[in-house]
Antibody, heavy 117, light 108 residues
């Protein structure tokens, strides 16, 4: 059974950068891609982007293309999401999620990111 | 920009049928995925590729599609089904995924 464990909560100042990790364990050979999804308090799910594990190809949501970079470290089965130039509006819970196709059957526990001066 | 449209809320009594719709221009050519999210929890995939139930999802959950609209149906709603339901699908060029705005199910 696959499991995703994310790094802990972060408090950041506006204009700084953030890097969240997501370590996969278990049946990682079944993974097709790792998605990153965020959710501000009381708001909808928002797709940040994903990386295809085998090829390293990435796609990003339109509002994240200029500020987000997603990477995959095959040696440690760990995905990373880096967000630059943080703004207060980036305050949210960030999830990593994966599966053997597009549908994500396994989710991380979420990482609360707070951006505040 | 591309959007997936969901009604904000659905209310049904226990034992009734709840239907959640998701509309988008690319849906005739793209699969749709449905997630259930309860307060304080990560989402759970309840429908894969329009109509496939992932392992562990009760048979009362089913999916269908017609034109630019896909539908998630819960037959015989139970109190534990009260949650937010989100559809997810790629845009027409497979450039990105996106979520609908979500529908809140209230079990009366």
């Amino acid at each position: 059974q696959m499991q995703l464990v994310q790094s802990g909560p972060e408090v950041k100042k506006p204009g700084t950068s953030l890097k969240v990790s997501c370590k996969a364990s278990g049946s990682t050979f079944t993974m097709s891609a790792m998605q990153w999804v965020r959710q501000a308090r009381g708001q909808r799910l928002e797709w940040v982007g994903w990386i295809v594990v085998g090829s390293g190809h990435t796609n990003y949501g339109q509002k994240f293309q200029d500020r987000v970079t997603i990477t995959w470290d095959m040696s440690t089965s760990t995905a990373y999401m880096e967000v630059n130039t943080l703004r207060a509006e980036d305050t949210a819970v960030y999830y990593c999620a994966t599966g053997d196709g597009v549908g994500a059957t396994v989710w991380g526990q979420g990482t609360l990111v707070t951006v505040s001066s | 920009s591309y959007e997936l449209t969901q009604p904000p809320s659905v209310s049904v009594s226990p034992g009734q049928t709840a239907r959640f719709t998701c509309s988008g221009d690319a849906l005739p050519k793209q699969y749709t995925y449905w997630y259930q999210q309860k307060p304080g929890q990560a989402p759970v995939l309840v429908m894969d590729k329009d109509t496939e139930r992932p392992s562990g999802i009760p048979e009362r959950f089913s999916g269908s599609r017609s034109g630019t609209t896909v539908t998630l149906t819960i037959s015989g709603v139970q109190a534990e089904d009260e949650a937010d339901y989100y559809c997810q699908s790629p845009d027409s060029t497979d450039s990105y995924l996106m979520f609908g705005g979500g529908t809140k199910l209230t079990v009366l």
